[in-house]
């Protein structure tokens, strides 16, 4: 399946280039990839490899200008990040360590279940270490408790204390919804790597669901403080049923 990953400063946000095609042209060569290898550095792209990729990228740039008449100066720049990411082993604004043997299909079904405990509102989250693959915490919504306590601050919330010497950068979030920007940003100030969602803002706002109408990646773009990678549409059929059949709790 192919999951969205908006990176890039197209003007709508949208994945200027699939998940699929990042990960086909920074895949490691064969010789270095091993079990040892699994929590490596995704971007660490060598010679044929690498010039392969900066030839795919452009092309899908031009591509994107094409489609979305963005600016010359647009491609420029987001040709000259996407040479400084991560993905070409030369960070960006962050470091992060993301590992590519992640089964997002799994941990989304935890935070499926997760939302399922409070059924009209069935934001879950869950937080998994990337290196263990070991659920750190998770949450739904209580926004009866506490108006901030969205699935996603519940799980962080729940996480250990970083003075125990909790390492924010080996873990991500799993999330049915796509996060809010109090979340998002929540995620950045926390320094997690990587958040996947399930049903995107969009769809939900379609349906009526309250959101601060800002996307994820919007808030990512406009970090300041790092950044991280984001994931949607991972098994978004069973996410979006989940939504529609709470309002139907309501009708
Ligand atoms: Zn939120």
């Known amino acids: 399946m192919k999951y969205s990953r908006a990176m890039t400063l197209s003007s709508n946000h949208e994945p200027a280039i699939p998940a699929s095609e990042w990960a086909s042209v920074c895949e490691l060569p064969a010789a270095r990839r091993s079990s040892s290898m699994a929590f490596d550095t995704i971007g660490v792209c060598r010679g044929t490899t690498y010039l392969l990729g900066f030839i795919k990228v452009i092309n899908r740039l031009i591509g994107v200008y094409m489609r979305n008449k963005v600016t010359r100066r647009g491609i420029l720049l987001s040709g000259a990040m996407a040479l400084m990411s991560d993905q070409f082993g030369v ?50 919504m209580r926004v009866n408790k506490k108006p901030i306590w969205h699935g996603e601050m519940v799980a962080i919330n729940g996480c250990p204390d970083t003075d125990t010497g909790f390492n924010w950068k080996e873990v991500c979030l799993y999330s049915t919804a796509e996060s809010c920007p109090m979340c998002q940003s929540a995620i ?61 709790l309501d009708s």
């Open 91 to 140: 960070p960006a604004a962050a470091n992060h360590t993301v590992p590519n043997d992640l089964d997002h299909e799994h941990f989304m079904r935890l935070a499926i279940e997760r939302g399922k405990e409070t059924p009209r509102l069935p934001f879950g989250a869950v937080i998994v270490n990337m290196k263990t693959k070991e659920v750190i915490a998770g949450g739904s």
């Open 188 to 248: 950045l100030w926390a320094g997690i790597p990587l958040v996947v969602y399930g049903s995107s803002m969009p769809y939900l706002v379609e349906r009526g669901w309250g959101y601060v109408n800002i996307r994820s990646q919007a808030v990512i773009d406009a970090s300041l403080i790092g950044k991280c990678q984001s994931i949607g549409g991972v098994l978004e059929k069973e996410c979006n049923q989940l939504f529609l059949d709470a309002k139907k």
